[in-house]
């Protein structure tokens, strides 16, 4: 059975930082590309960062990039997601995703959010101002 599992959501402050993990299993983790994703009541869900597979190169969508950083644990078969200088509008349920034959490219800009194959159920961000 596949498994995404989200954790390390919370409260935090204008300009902190939080840490999202990700952990996986039932899949061939290294073979998968992983993305992170975030959705506002009411908004469409957006990609913000993805982990390529094979390669492991990442890709991160303009407005987190510098602040946010992914990486990913082949050992532990868990991706996380460092936060830093949280502002209010990052506020929103964070959701991991993987899929073997996601392009990250897409995934954060394009269409490719909407073929991703195995989703997490999401933790809860919330920044206050």
């Known amino acids: 059975e596949v498994q995404l599992v989200e954790s390390g959501g919370g409260l935090a402050q204008t300009g902190g930082s939080l840490r999202l993990s990700c952990v996986t299993s039932?899949?061939?983790?290294?073979?998968?590309?992983i993305g992170w994703f975030r959705q506002v009541p009411g908004k469409e869900r957006e990609g913000l960062s993805c982990?390529?597979?094979?390669?492991?190169?990442?890709f991160y969508r303009d407005s987190v990039k510098g602040r946010f950083t992914m990486s990913s644990d082949n050992t532990k078969n868990t991706v996380y997601l460092q936060m830093n200088s949280l502002k209010p509008d990052d506020s929103a349920v964070y959701y991991c995703?993987?899929?073997?034959?996601?392009?990250?490219?897409?995934?954060?800009?394009?269409?490719?959010?909407?073929?991703?194959?195995?989703w997490g159920k999401g933790t809860l961000v919330n920044v206050s101002s």
């Open positions: 995703a993987a899929d073997e034959y996601a392009l990250c490219g897409t995934v954060v800009y394009g269409t490719g959010i909407y073929g991703m194959k195995y």
């Open positions: 039932g899949f061939a983790f290294e073979n998968y590309a």
């Open positions: 982990i390529a597979s094979r390669n492991r190169n990442t």
